[in-house]
């Protein structure tokens, strides 16, 4: 019980951290992102510096963004762990959000129709704020066999369309199963690994950002 109060109170802290950060952003960036997603997103084993909000948010800059990335990853999170925390771990005041779950719901073999409608909630409650998405795709483990995978699969091109967001493919694109990339646990990115995500995604971030500029003017 205890270590589940624990976990609870850092989760509530994480947020609430993440909720002051972007509003002590708002007068500092013009476009302030919010990385909504798991352990990929919170960067599971390593320091803050080195996790793909901070990582992306060094990259933009360098490339003349004015920008603020928030991370609220949370490690082992589901798209229903998400969709329960979305309004409180996206605060008032985001430009934008770069949407990474649905990985432990493949890896736990969770029903592809319950991950479709919660990522489907978590676009409609974000096109609600006019918050423009970056929804990033995953993939599933084979070992479930080829119907999981493809009716996983299909989810985020489907919902990235229905919902006007944009898509990256798939967020561990150059990364996943190269040994130089990862953790000892083989599925979490190491530093170089979130830096090929950074240097990958990029592009699309940046159509992200033109977006929320768009938008603005």
């Known amino acids: 019980m205890a270590s589940l109060l624990l976990g609870a109170a850092l989760v509530v802290a994480t947020a609430t951290l993440n909720r002051s ?12 992102i919010v990385a909504f997603g ?8 390593l320091p803050p510096v080195a996790a793909f909000p901070a990582q992306l948010e060094k990259a933009l800059k360098q490339r003349g963004h004015d920008v603020a990335v928030a991370n609220a990853g949370v490690s082992g999170d589901t798209t ?3 969709l329960q925390r979305l309004d409180w771990a996206v605060p008032e005041g985001t430009d934008a959000v770069i949407l990474e779950l649905g990985a432990n719901d493949a890896l736990r073999g969770v029903s592809p129709q319950t991950a479709r409608a919660n990522l489907d909630a978590i676009l409609t409650r974000l096109a609600e704020r006019k918050i423009a ?14 119907d999981y995978v493809d009716e996983f699969e299909k989810i985020y091109p489907e ?7 944009l898509l990256y493919p798939f967020f561990m694109e150059g990364v996943a199963m190269q040994a130089e990339m990862v953790l000892d646990d083989g599925l979490h990115p190491n530093p170089g690994g979130v830096a090929k ?3 990958l995604i990029l592009p699309h971030v940046e159509t992200l950002i033109g977006r929320v500029d768009t938008a603005a003017n």
């Open 21 to 32: 950060t972007a509003q002590e952003n708002k007068g500092a960036a013009s476009v302030r």
């Open 38 to 45: 798991d352990s990929l997103t919170a960067g599971f084993e």
């Open 80 to 82: 229903s762990g998400g």
């Open 133 to 146: 998405v970056l929804l990033a795709g995953m993939r599933s483990p084979r070992n479930w066999g080829k």
């Open 159 to 165: 919902l990235a369309n229905k919902h006007g967001a």
């Open 197 to 199: 995500i950074v240097e």
